[in-house]
Structure formats: C-alpha cells, structure tokens
T-cell receptor, first 114, second 110 residues
C-alpha cells in the first residue's frame, strides 16, 4: 500500500542548530512530495513541494528539502533553527493514480530549546 | 495568495445536535477536502469533492455528510454530533495536486 513515514515523532533541537526531519515514501512510481508546517492551533501551511527536476527544492522560511530516489526519501532541512520554527511538520505524497488524494505522514513535532 | 476560510475557529455543541462546518475558498479550485486531526492519528480524510454536487467518501466518512452546492463552498455536516467527533477539522482546496488549508475548526462535543 502507498504510504508516507515520518520516523521521528518528536525532535528537540537548540536554537541556532541545524535541523533535519526525515520522510520516506512507499510508492510504485515517484509521487509528488510536499512538506507542510502546522503551528499550534492553526491550519497547515505549505513549506515546499517537489514534482520533478532539481532534487533540492527551496521553500519558505529558509527550509529546503532533498529528494533521493534511491532512498525513497524527501528530508526537510534548515541550517539554523529559530524559536518560531517550533511546530508540527507533515510530509505528504500525491499520486494521480490515487484519486488525487494526499497521503500524509504522522507528523513530527519540533521543539526548540533556547 | 490562495485563501481558504472556515466559518468558526472554535465550536462547542451538545451531543445529538446537528452541526454545520463551512469552508470557503476564493481561488476557483475544483477540489475540496475535509479532514479531521487527532493526536497520534494524524490527518484523516473524511470526504472530498472534485466538482459541484460531486462528493467522494474518504477514509472515515461514518457519521458525516457533505454538501457542495457552489464551487467555492464545501460544508461538512454532523447529523447527530457525538463526543467521539470532538476533534480539529481542517478544510483544504486544490486545483490538482497542491492542497491549501484553512485555519481549522476545533469542535468540542459535550
């Protein structure tokens, strides 16, 4: 079955440290891939997306993600985390053969230590 | 910018009440979605619609219905609210693959 896995439920990093959130997908073909962020009590905001082409994609708020076909991964990175980045992060995949639905990972909660 | 709005940020209802959650998008998107979000369960798709008056069941449609009379508006209906429907409800819209979300409605059923 098609699935998206975020292995880390909760991550804590210090402010100013680098960040990498992991995402793996299980699909027959390369899906479209997304990262969303959700601040407490808010809806989901699109950070970035990958459809094809350059495997390193830039997003908003200083985030980037790298698609690695060989590892079926789409990890999210930020070189220096700010306290305002504390939120929940969702990886998602879209495949047109799946009636157009997004498949979400379970989410990773990021805590930022001062 | 795409804007998706939801009629209420917070709602408190009684068991057995009929509840309407409204979602409006301003980008002429064909597709609209309703999710619920619960701790430890992530986002689960309730219903979606790919055109006016068209609807498809998602993963957890039981206890819910939807209405889409106009392209910009997608309503989620709880015919008889129950305590296990206490949750965060998120609406989204899309043209094809990229979904844009509203701010969410936190519903408490007492």
């Amino acid at each position: 079955a098609q699935s998206v896995t975020q292995p880390d439920i909760h991550i804590t990093v210090s402010e100013g440290a680098s960040l990498e959130l992991r995402c793996n997908y299980s699909y027959g073909a390369t899906p479209y891939l997304f990262w969303y962020v959700q601040s407490p009590g808010q809806g989901l905001q699109l950070l970035l997306k990958y459809f094809s082409g350059d495997t390193l994609v830039q997003g908003i708020k200083g985030f980037e993600a790298e698609f690695k076909r060989s590892q079926s991964s789409f990890n999210l990175r930020k070189p220096s985390v700010h306290w305002s980045d504390a939120a929940e992060y969702f990886c998602a995949a879209f495949h047109s053969g799946n009636t157009g639905k997004l498949i979400f990972g379970q989410g990773t909660t990021l805590q930022v230590k001062p | 910018d795409v804007k998706v709005t939801q009629s209420s940020r917070y709602l408190v209802k009684r068991t057995g009440e009929k509840v309407f959650l409204e979602c409006v998008q301003d980008m002429d998107h064909e597709n609209m979605f309703w999710y619920r979000q619960d701790p430890g369960l992530g986002l689960r798709l309730i219903y979606f619609s790919y055109d006016v008056k068209m609807k498809e069941k998602g993963d957890i449609p039981e206890g819910y219905s939807v209405s889409r009379e106009k392209k910009e508006r997608f309503s989620l209906i709880l015919e008889s609210a129950s305590t296990n429907q206490t949750s965060m409800y998120l609406c989204a819209s899309s043209t094809s693959e990229t979904q844009y979300f509203g701010p969410g409605t936190r519903l408490l059923v007492l």
